[in-house]
């Protein structure tokens, strides 16, 4: 899936933050396959259950029925054409998403080969923040960091101060 680009930043970005607002006690729903991440997690005590791969666009089953305290959700919502509803879905309390934000001087991510590696939003941070309130959820944290590359040339510059991914905690009472 990396094919030699392993994201380190970001998965510890990602985990400083989990374990900053999440407790190893809590039980996660982690939306999307099993994944590197999810190892990750696990690996630092934690319980975590993932989706088994359907479409979260229009198949909320697993996750309506999921009893987990937190649900995370890792560079997801980008993928989908309409996540509000998957959102809104959401039994547990407590939310732990991130998002690669929308860079001006890049296009949205399209893999011509796997239909399910493309983003149809890449959101800016208010409209992140938005689609979480209009799904009911009260941020109560939120991080951003930047992602250079080892590569030459104007993007690779700009990504040096331009933030790239979004996390945010945020609540909700059921």
């Not at 630092?44 to 309506?64: P, Q, R």
């Not at 890449?122 to 951003?144: C, M, P, R, V």
């Not at 690779?156 to 996390?167: A, D, H, K, Q, V």
């Amino acid at each position: 899936m990396y094919e030699n680009n392993f994201p380190n930043k970001r998965y510890k970005h990602t985990l400083v933050f989990l374990q900053k607002h999440i407790d190893p006690s809590e039980s996660i729903l982690d939306l999307g396959v099993e994944n590197p991440f999810s190892e990750i997690m696990k690996s630092n005590g934690y319980s975590v259950t993932n989706t088994t791969g359907e479409d979260l666009d229009v198949d909320f089953e697993h996750v309506a029925q999921s009893d987990a305290d937190v649900v995370t959700a890792f560079e997801i919502f980008e993928h989908l054409v309409a996540p509000l509803n998957v959102l809104k879905e959401v039994k547990a309390k407590k939310l732990v998403a991130s998002i690669p934000m929308r860079l001006w001087f890049s296009p949205a991510y399209r893999s011509k080969t796997d239909p399910w590696d493309r983003h149809y939003h890449e959101f800016e941070d208010w409209q992140f923040d938005w689609l979480l309130e209009k799904a009911g959820w009260t941020i109560k944290d939120s991080a951003k960091w930047t992602n250079p590359t080892k590569k030459i040339g104007i993007r690779p510059i700009l990504r040096y101060f331009t933030n790239r991914y979004y996390i945010v905690y945020a609540e909700r009472e059921i």
